[in-house]
């Protein structure tokens, strides 16, 4: 679960976001914010799916092997991005695919300049 929790808050987030809103009828404290309502259900499953796929293209590149594990670090610096981006060029996302500038794109990904690219920068890269 503490690994797979961020792709969760991204999946909740986009879903509420995209879903049309809904009240809550008699509640006092809660808000629709809150809660997942059923027709977001099946857009958090489905955003769930995605972002569990990202974070798998994502380990693949920070631990140089699949899955997630002690060696990840929850953040790709450039030599693991040049050593293992074309792991992931068959991972299903167009923004992966054909990459002929490495360097260029791991500078686009790096969204805050900070010389690695955390969860968050490489999953609104692929979003865009």
Request: proline letters at 2%.
């Amino acid at each position: 679960w503490h690994l797979f929790r961020p792709c969760y808050i991204r999946a909740f987030n986009k879903a509420r976001d995209v879903a049309p809103d809904e009240s809550i009828s008699g509640a006092l404290t809660a808000t629709t914010d809150d809660y997942i309502s059923k027709r977001e259900f099946r857009l958090l499953v489905v955003f769930l799916c995605a972002y569990a796929r990202m974070l798998d293209a994502f380990a693949i590149i920070d631990g140089g092997g699949a899955g997630v594990d002690a060696n990840d670090d929850r953040r790709i610096e450039l030599h693991e991005w040049l050593s293992g981006y074309k792991n992931v060029e068959q991972h299903g996302f167009v923004a992966l695919e054909s990459i002929s500038d490495p360097k260029g794109v791991f500078k686009a990904m790096d969204s805050d300049e900070g010389g690695m690219i955390l969860l968050g920068e490489w999953s609104q890269y692929l979003e865009d």
